[in-house]
């Protein structure tokens, strides 16, 4: 496979996410385009017809959400862009943020003028420190050249947009929370129907995309929906931003084309896993995904039909490999530690099946765990599948399941022994 | 108006309604703890979970607008089975102390547990400790164990008393319900609400804590006689078969606590914290012994001796209580000869610190059937004496007005229920019946009539004001 890149297109040195390294690059060439010879129609139509689904974990198809927004009902509407990155494992948004943040607000404004939207906003959330300097510096840039305000590039077009900072909550990533954040109130995910697109910030209908889903639409712009539509696979095309961590050699952000092979992706791109250890499992999509076997990525491709048929899903691109020796009971600690501790409160099976996880858990690995522990999580993962008002605890279900499902030996070993059968660590030390 | 189908049955749901009310208004009775019909929808209880026929999950109801043709279960095995997961999650960190509880015998959680779950808590893992008596004002604390973190408390301090007083702080199960930190709960005069809003005793009245258990006490239908809004009331006392022999006596005809009667006509479902607070306008030193010119008399011969005033007075003056009942303004109306001039009176003014009005309930006027007692007689001018200089006899019926205004010589009968010092001044005084010893209406501002209904028993040294009007006024040869 060819591994054509639409991001990572340029060599990161100390200025490339300047204006003007961006405008040499070809930047804001796409909002001429589109500005000048397009309709917004014409536009949504060619993002559409790309095919984009969305980047965030969803895979949402970026076009049908467009489709519900009419530009021209009357009301205002509202453009948001999800900086939020906060999945664990996922750091890939924070590449586009520090290295190419002019990609994200000319995808923005292209998006903008589709949609008719004259107040955009970016959502980032508050440990992005640099992401946030440098976002900030590149929207005064922005400004500075016109590119925002009224009468771009010359047109009657006209968008402001606004970065808000985020107080670090998991859960304001969300869509509905994240604008419920933005307006000021307790970041509480909010019940549908009404969905977003037709009742969202300040009531009125808004678009939220991924900050790497927006950052494809000047490339789409720029070379049209079927070009794009030839990357990747022919359900899931274009490429993804993959955040790889753990036990590898070599951790980072790297762009694939989707259906690029996994095993290669991890023995190749990545240089294997750290220590030259056996694979254990890879939670391929942040932690919300169902972790994967190191026999099961075998045959698999890095796109969503192949990761689904296998049970699990792309996610947000955050993959964290787990090396042979890895407790994975400690590991599902760490998990329901995070989800316990992030669980808004708002609605009772989250609010109360978190911390009775957690409880549960932690009395395993301090060894007072009890036979009937594992149906119990197993139970409390159940009551949490699709009865919440967000995704949240089906999120902290699924990853609580697929551990049980895929490491139950473990659980049983360490319940009924007291002890960890690994060495009861999570850390991989390098082979001497 | 769309057909929709509950557990098969057609109903005709209207237009905007959600699947709840739907069934509610049609006698499908789905449970819930976070939705009220008064508040915006929360859906974070999750209880009123239905299943709409051919999916296999469930979706709350509050929250799913009817539709046409919509079809849902609200017993089926997958809906029965997840509340009682619901049930099990709710109670998972919850004290379960219904025995201490005030609020048990009329708690959502309790009921609904008998209801829908009924089994032990399958976990045994210690509980959430929390708060407990945590002051949330000067009237109301809160129990944080208890607390299922409905929001119903806080949507009503922000939708509805508009005091923005709770919010939550914290997050998952260490979220807390707080007020702000300058408290504006203290200054929300409908604060108590949100006690009678709380599905279950996290959030308790100061003034009845530890007072009584609810099933040893009966609701008397009353109306709060705080201002002229009369909205209907629940005044709770001591069932009479639960009467207690061994403690104060007086325990046994006081007032324990007051609630709102929802009337759609009138308050909703909410009153102020003044009508809460009844028992200290009805508790007061009660006057129980006629007198004349402050000598104790028995009321036959106090009867008689203001009958003998009216009839020998030439220019007699009458000032009406604006807290007589419809049927004693109509009494005294009958019974007044016609050389009475007769005026209505303001018993009470608004007392300082007192919210005077606002858009929800309280309005200005302090007394409760000023409209039917101005429809019977003239207003009291405030500006101009209304007496005049040659009165030579003033009757006085209830509080609030200064003898000070009374011309010198002028002979003064005076009704009145409480221990007050004016009552030994007065030529005669007969004592009389509070609202909580009869039966009555009052007629509030908007017109509306509503009924109180006696909750304790009258004394026999007191009269009634409206048998007394007709002895009072009577002529020797109307008599005869």
């Not at chain 2, 002229?228 to 606590?257: F, M």
Request: charged letters at 20%; hydrophobic letters at 40%; proline letters at 5%.
């Amino acid at each position: 496979m060819a591994n054509t890149k639409l991001l990572m297109t340029f060599p990161v040195t100390e200025t490339s996410h300047t204006l003007a390294e961006y405008r040499a690059r070809g930047g804001y060439g796409a909002l001429e385009k589109a500005l000048r010879q397009m309709t917004p129609q014409e536009v949504v139509a060619e993002v559409t017809a790309s095919g984009i689904q969305g980047r965030g974990g969803a895979a949402f198809p970026m076009g049908r959400k467009w489709a519900v927004v009419h530009p021209n009902d009357g009301q205002s509407h509202y453009l948001c862009a999800n900086a939020d990155e906060g999945e664990p494992g996922t750091f890939k948004d924070r590449w586009i943020l520090e290295y190419a943040p002019h990609l994200l607000l000319e995808s923005m404004l292209i998006a903008s003028y589709a949609l008719q939207v004259r107040n955009a906003f970016i959502y980032i959330r508050g440990e992005f420190d640099l992401p946030y300097r440098r976002l900030a510096a590149a929207l005064e840039e922005a400004y500075a050249a016109g590119y925002f305000g009224e009468r771009i590039l010359g047109t009657d077009f006209a968008c402001d947009l606004v970065i808000y900072r985020g107080a670090g909550s998991y859960v304001c990533g969300e869509a509905s929370a994240l604008i419920t954040s933005i307006e000021g109130k307790r970041g509480y995910p909010r019940n549908r129907p009404p969905r977003l697109t037709v009742r969202g910030l300040y009531q009125k209908p808004t678009v939220i995309n991924n900050v790497e889903t927006l950052s494809n639409v000047a490339w789409i712009i720029t070379n049209g929906g079927e070009a794009f539509k030839q990357v990747g696979t022919a359900k899931d095309p274009g490429t993804r931003l993959i955040s790889i961590s753990g036990h590898i050699e070599r951790p980072g952000v790297y762009e694939i084309e989707i259906g690029y092979p996994f095993a290669k992706f991890i023995d190749e791109d990545c240089g294997g896993i750290l220590g030259g250890r056996a694979l254990k499992g890879i939670i391929p999509g942040g932690i919300s995904t169902k972790v994967l076997t190191g026999k099961e990525i075998e045959p698999l491709t890095l796109d969503n039909q192949s990761l689904a048929a296998a049970g699990s899903s792309m996610g947000s691109g955050g993959m964290i490999v787990i090396a042979e020796g890895t407790c994975m009971v400690r590991l599902l600690q760490v998990l329901l530690r995070f989800y316990h501790h992030e669980s808004c409160g708002q609605c009772t099976p989250c609010r109360e099946g978190m911390g009775w996880l957690h409880r549960i858990i932690d009395r395993i690995v301090v060894g007072e765990g009890r036979a009937g522990d594992i149906e119990r999580m197993y139970q409390i993962s159940a009551w949490n599948d699709g009865t919440t008002i967000c995704g949240m605890g089906d999120a902290a279900g699924y990853a609580t399941s697929g551990i049980l499902n895929k490491f139950r030996d473990e659980f049983e070993y360490f319940i009924e022994h007291k002890r960890s059968r690994c060495n009861g660590t999570l850390e991989c030390p390098k082979s001497s | 108006m769309p057909e929709i189908f509950i557990n098969g049955h057609s109903i005709q749901a209207e237009r905007g309604q959600s699947v709840l009310q739907a069934a509610l208004a049609h006698g499908f009775y789905i449970p819930y703890f976070c939705w009220h019909p008064k508040l915006s929808v929360a859906g974070n209880c999750r209880i009123c979970c239905v299943q709409v026929e051919g999916r296999s999950w469930v979706e709350i109801a509050c929250n799913m607008p009817v539709a046409e043709g919509l079809r849902v279960l609200t017993d089926s095995d997958t809906v029965k089975a997840y509340r009682k997961s619901i049930m099990q999650l709710m109670t998972l960190n919850h004290p379960v102390d219904c025995g201490i509880c005030d609020k048990a015998g009329e708690c959502k959680l309790q009921d609904y547990h008998y209801k829908y779950n009924g089994a032990p808590s399958i976990s045994r893992d210690a509980k959430v400790r929390s708060t407990k008596f945590h002051a949330l004002s000067e009237r109301i604390v809160l129990d944080n164990e208890r607390c299922i973190l409905c929001s119903r408390c806080v949507r009503f301090t922000s939708e509805i008393s508009k005091s923005n007083a709770l919010g939550i702080i914290q997050r998952g199960d260490a979220s807390l319900v707080r007020a702000a930190e300058d408290r504006p709960l203290d200054a929300d005069p409908y604060s108590d609400n949100i006690i009678d809003l709380c599905p279950v005793g996290a959030l308790l009245s100061r003034p009845f804590l530890y007072k009584a258990r609810v099933w040893y006490l009966k609701p008397t239908p009353s109306v709060c006689p705080g201002c002229a809004r009369g909205c209907t009331v629940q005044i709770w006392h001591r069932k009479q078969e639960w009467k207690l022999n061994a403690l104060d006596p007086r325990q046994n005809v006081s007032i324990e606590r007051v609630t709102p009667l929802e009337n759609p006509h009138v308050n909703g479902p909410w009153i102020c914290n003044k009508g809460r607070d009844l028992a200290q306008i009805f508790e007061r030193p009660r006057a129980t012994q006629a007198m004349q010119k402050g000598k104790p008399v028995d009321l036959p011969s106090a009867i008689e001796s203001a009958r003998h005033l009216i009839e020998s007075a030439g220019h007699p003056v009458a000032l009406v209580s604006s807290w007589g009942s419809n049927e004693e303004l109509g009494a005294l109306k009958h019974a007044l000869p016609g050389r009475f001039a007769a005026f209505t009176k303001h018993d009470w003014t608004p007392q300082p610190g007192e919210r005077l009005d606002d858009d929800l309930l309280i309005r200005a006027d302090k007394n409760p059937n000023t409209a039917t007692a101005c429809a019977l007689f003239p207003r009291q001018d405030d500006g101009a004496s209304a007496i005049a200089e040659d009165t030579d006899l003033v009757l006085v019926w209830g509080e609030g007005f200064d003898f000070v205004r009374i011309p010198v010589g002028a002979k003064i009968i005076f009704l009145n229920a409480y221990l007050q010092p004016e009552n030994g001044h007065a030529d005669v005084f007969i004592p009389i019946s509070i609202q909580t010893e009869r039966r009555g209406h009052y007629t509030n501002f908007q017109g509306v009539v509503s009924a109180f209904a006696p909750c304790f028993p009258k004394k026999a040294s007191v009269a009634d004001a409206e048998t007394l009007f007709a002895a009072i006024a009577a002529t020797e040869s109307a008599r005869a």
